[in-house]
């Protein structure tokens, strides 16, 4: 298995709503990455995950809670989004710890809309 | 912070011209990897260059970074419709900074 499966592909929220992004690898990478992508940007590195610990968060709103259950699966869990959260959320892995010798796998994304 | 700046930001070429797009820093870069993402997909790893003055190919792709490990670039030859896309230089290597260039869209017609 090479692949990073996200869940769900599409979501629409409202602004009250709690929902939670899901991704999952079993290549055994022990970096895991959350990644935000608007339209016609590069992506912007949101959260880092190395060996289950975060290690890197790059000053994102309370309202996106990242959690790492175990080596294989990573969430993050939204709550009072706004508007301009909708985006395509992207999750990544590596292998080794997080900017080492190897490339990222990405996920197909979650393309979010908040409402 | 260290930015590192793509250009061009968009090129339009016609197929079977070359093409080339160009990644700029004003910092030392550590690693050097490159992305492609098709229209409405993801990023896909194309490759790694580590060494200054590293050369690599794949098949009609060409990578290079410079001598001072400032700069980077990618070649593509005779170019065809399946390459279109947006191409990212992502600067890695360290835990702290793990930054996506600007990227280049490409699109490429008959």
């Known amino acids: 298995d090479t692949e990073v499966t996200q869940t769900p592909k599409h979501l629409v929220m409202g602004m009250t709503n709690k929902k939670s992004l899901k991704c999952e690898q079993h290549m055994g990478h022990r970096a895991m990455y959350w990644y935000k992508q608007k339209a016609k940007k590069p992506p912007e590195l949101m959260f880092v995950y190395s060996y289950e610990k975060l290690s890197i968060n790059e000053s994102v709103p309370s309202r996106f809670s990242p959690e790492c259950p175990n080596s294989s699966l990573l969430n993050l869990h939204l709550h009072a989004l706004q508007p301009e959260d909708s985006a395509l959320y992207l999750c990544?892995?590596?292998?080794?710890?997080?900017?080492?010798?190897?490339?990222?796998?990405f996920g197909s994304g979650t393309r979010l809309t908040v409402v | 912070g260290q930015q590192v700046m793509q250009i061009p930001q968009y090129q339009h070429v016609q197929e079977g011209e070359d093409f080339t797009t160009y990644c700029n820093s004003s910092t030392t870069l550590s690693n050097i990897q490159w992305y492609k993402q098709r229209p409405g997909g993801h990023p896909v790893f194309l490759i790694q260059l580590v060494k200054s003055g590293e050369v690599k190919k794949q098949k009609r792709l060409t990578f290079q970074f410079g001598e001072a490990k400032k700069n980077s670039s990618l070649h593509i030859t005779a170019t065809q419709t399946t390459d279109v896309g947006t191409y990212f230089c992502?600067?890695?290597?360290?835990?702290?900074?793990?930054?996506f260039g600007t990227g280049t869209r490409l699109q490429v017609t008959l």
């Open positions: 990544a892995s590596s292998q080794g710890r997080p900017g080492g010798a190897y490339g990222y796998t």
């Open positions: 992502v600067n890695t290597g360290t835990a702290s900074k793990l930054t």
